[in-house]
Nanobody, 123 residues
Framework: QVQLVESGGGSVQAGGSLRLSCAAS????????MGWFRQAPGKEREEVVV???????TYADSVKGRFTISKDNAKSTLYLQMNSLKPADTAMYFC?????????????????WGQGTQVTVSS
């Protein structure tokens, strides 16, 4: 079993920055795909960025150039650096991990999920 715990969320003004962390524990390999997703109230959960087992990252168009994903395999921790934040980035942010793929068509196919951390960006 794999446990994922997100942290680092908070409230920030537009243009500000936050860094989210996702600490993984349990039976997780560095070859797992991992990703960040977000869900705003009343909206479907959406993919923000995923990183596959080879280290290739794929970003949503809405965050390209502003967000950066990184992994520290020694610490089993995934990060999301978010710069130039916009009110539209306000959402609950979730970390996910999967032993098989980073490229599911449906986010529900990801195997493991954290509980989420709230990000609120005010204008």
């Amino acid at each position: 079993q794999v446990q994922l715990v997100e942290s680092g969320g908070g409230s920030v003004q537009a243009g500000g920055s936050l860094r989210l962390s996702c600490a993984a524990s349990g039976y997780i390999s560095s070859t797992y795909s991992m990703g960040w997703f977000r869900q705003a109230p009343g909206k479907e959960r959406e993919e923000v960025v995923v990183i596959d087992s080879g280290g290739t990252a794929t970003y949503a168009d809405s965050v390209k150039g502003r967000f950066t994903i990184s992994k520290d395999n020694a610490k089993s921790t995934l990060y999301l650096q978010m710069n130039s934040l916009k009110p539209a980035d306000t959402a609950m942010y979730f970390c996910a991990a999967d032993p098989w793929s980073a490229y599911y068509s449906d986010y529900r196919q990801w195997r493991y999920w954290g509980q989420g951390t709230q990000v609120t960006v005010s204008s």
